[in-house]
Nanobody
Framework: QVHLVESGGGLVQAGGSLRLSCVASTGIFRIYSMGWYRQVPGKERELVATIISGMSAKYADSVKGRFTISRDTAKNTVYLQMDSLNPEDTAVYYC???????????WGQGTQVTVSA
């Protein structure tokens, strides 16, 4: 089972930027999909952005044009560049990975992102 560690969260003013990092314990070229999800209290965890092996990245409509997901296979790391942040982006952000198409998703511990108005 892959182990994921997120970092890069914090407090930022509206309009600012943050970059989240997710380091995997195994080569990410072996992983079917990796992505970023977010959750606020009382709501379900939602997809922010994902990369599936052999396919282009997918984004939630609410972040298109503002967030960019990328990966560095040499560092076993997936990034989420977040620009033009607004208070509605405040959430705990989780890195999730599936080693295969039918595999259960593994989660990191999460990192808090808070955007002040």
């Amino acid at each position: 089972q892959v182990h994921l560690v997120e970092s890069g969260g914090g407090l930022v003013q509206a309009g600012g930027s943050l970059r989240l990092s997710c380091v995997a314990s195994t080569g990410i070229f072996r992983i079917y999909s990796m992505g970023w999800y977010r959750q606020v209290p009382g709501k379900e965890r939602e997809l922010v952005a994902t990369i599936i092996s052999g396919m282009s990245a997918k984004y939630a409509d609410s972040v298109k044009g503002r967030f960019t997901i990328s990966r560095d296979t040499a560092k076993n790391t997936v990034y989420l560049q977040m620009d033009s942040l607004n208070p509605e982006d405040t959430a705990v952000y989780y890195c999730g990975a599936q080693t295969g198409r039918s595999s259960p998703r593994t989660w990191g511990q999460g990192t808090q992102v808070t955007v002040s108005a």
